[in-house]
């Protein structure tokens, strides 16, 4: 009950403070700012007391988003100064990448000799893939084909940033002629696959690399006898657990790396820039939301997945993800919660991590989009055709992207000079990459943990029961 009525209060606060930031954002009623900063502070203590009554991570995670909000708009220098805390719980997280990686998807296929089924994963896994971001493409087209948030921007009152560098110039492809660039760069695409050094891919976060390497060490130990096989298959075991158990250590700072990361996002770029790229922004979160509404919601409809259960099983990496704009500060968390849901570890283990490179929903609708964006404030005239070849080159391109915050910039730079777009318009998008990315790698995280439902259904090995009876942390 003592729980009920502070949720309740709690809701009444949240209400009262969203109504007069309207008012005044609106210029509706004159709110003196001395009110704002009252209101939005007596909100914070509200928000902990019922954060300490629910004393639930993923609570603290969200709470620790809005405060992080309100120390971005009351004291932009102390967010600015709060960043190495969040990029602190970043590299904490990416410690656990590569030996989460390495543990499960060895034991996952020397554990069980099962080689065949790790083809069929692989072929279904990017089957489903390929299905999920066309959809997201074709999405992101229709919805700025349909708002035109481009046409008519004024380019000159749009933020003006540094863009970052596109690319090291590859001496090996200028080299040759432009009638094998397209060859070169397919070749290439697979020679990016293969890791020189495991340990240095680690280093480098190069997660599809970490993969390639686990997968062909499991397939190798499976094909050892027995007597030889069972010390490392118990180790990558050993290892895996102990890994999930470090993950929920790292969990712990979470609230704390997340308001972080919310409030140097604030701090640094304000609230007054969402007013001049808001078209842009609401087209992106609009066709975000169509797309999970759309493809996500049906899918699981379908496949009667138990939904409410599935968003308790994906919010805590979704804000992690929504917050710190990567999807490897999330992955630890995901894996975890997705096989408490019913989805064999050996499934987890390899489609989330592949998904990380080929299944980015989020990042190809949004590029998509922009890309798009950026012709119609240049005034130019796109059909159809040249807008599909933008998309999907757009899709090729992408892989990879989605564990470093705002890459796909780089990519949406790259392919508007192929396709002759105007770079300078990306740069006045760069002043609100980072709201954009919270979303796009959001979708990104949610798209990847329903993937392992829909290979695990696939495979004839989802447990009904655990999904009906999952309990978040």
Not at 45 to 71: C, E, P, Q
Not at 191 to 220: A, D
Not at 300 to 317: G, S, T, W
Not at 325 to 331: F, P, R
């Amino acid at each position: 009950m003592k729980k009920n009525k502070t949720g309740l209060v709690t809701l009444i606060c949240i209400t009262i403070a969203l109504i007069i930031t309207l008012l005044k954002e609106f210029n509706i009623v004159a709110v003196a700012d001395e009110v704002m900063i009252a209101a939005r502070w007596g909100l914070a203590v509200v928000l902990v007391a019922y954060a300490l009554t629910k004393r639930n991570l993923t609570t603290w995670i969200l709470v620790a988003m809005l405060l992080g909000v309100f120390v971005g708009v009351d004291f932009p220098n102390v967010a600015a100064a709060l960043h190495p805390l969040s990029k602190g719980f970043i590299k904490l997280v990416k410690t656990i990448v590569g030996p989460i990686l390495f543990g499960t998807l060895v034991y996952g296929i020397a554990g069980h000799s099962d080689l065949k089924q790790v083809g069929r994963m692989a072929w279904k896994s990017m089957l489903y893939f390929f299905c999920a971001t066309s959809c997201a493409i074709f999405i992101g087209l229709a919805v700025i084909n349909i708002t035109h948030a481009g046409v008519g921007v004024d380019i000159k009152k749009m933020p003006q940033q540094e863009l970052p560098t596109v690319k090291v110039v590859d001496t090996e492809l200028e080299a040759l002629p432009d009638n094998v660039h397209g060859i070169y760069k397919f070749a290439h695409f697979f020679y990016e696959l293969f890791p020189e050094n495991v340990v240095k891919s680690m280093y480098e976060n190069k997660v599809l690399q970490i993969v390639v390497f686990s997968v062909l060490f499991g397939i190798g130990l499976a094909m050892v006898e027995e007597k030889k096989r069972k010390p490392l298959v118990d180790f990558a075991e050993s290892l895996s657990e102990v890994m999930f158990k470090f993950t929920n250590l790292i969990m712990y700072f979470a609230p704390i790396g997340v308001g972080a990361a919310m409030a140097y996002t604030v701090g640094h770029l304000g609230v007054d820039i969402l007013k001049n790229l808001f078209m842009l922004l609401g087209s992106l979160y609009i066709a975000l939301i169509v797309f999970v509404l759309l493809v996500f919601v049906p899918i699981m409809l379908f496949l009667k997945i138990p939904i409410k259960k599935f968003i308790q099983a994906v919010k805590e990496p979704v804000s992690i993800a929504f917050a710190t704009t990567s999807s490897d500060a999330a992955l630890p968390k995901a894996i975890s919660n997705m096989e408490k849901f019913g989805v064999p570890r050996k499934i987890v283990s390899f489609v989330i991590p592949t998904g990380y490179s080929f299944n980015l929903d989020g990042t190809s609708l949004y590029l998509s989009l922009a890309s798009i964006f950026v012709a119609q404030a240049a005034g130019m005239d796109l059909s159809i055709g040249q807008q599909l070849a933008i998309a999907f080159t757009l899709m090729i391109t992408s892989k990879g992207v989605a564990a470093v915050p705002r890459a796909s910039l780089i990519v949406l730079i790259a392919t508007a000079e192929q396709f002759g777009l105007p770079v300078f318009i990306i740069a006045a998008i760069l002043g609100i990459d980072e709201l954009m990315d919270m979303a796009r790698t959001s979708v990104n995280v949610i798209g990847n943990c329903l993937a392992t439902v829909v290979v695990a259904k696939w495979e004839g090995e989802f447990d009904e029961s655990a999904s009906k009876n999952f309990i978040a942390d």
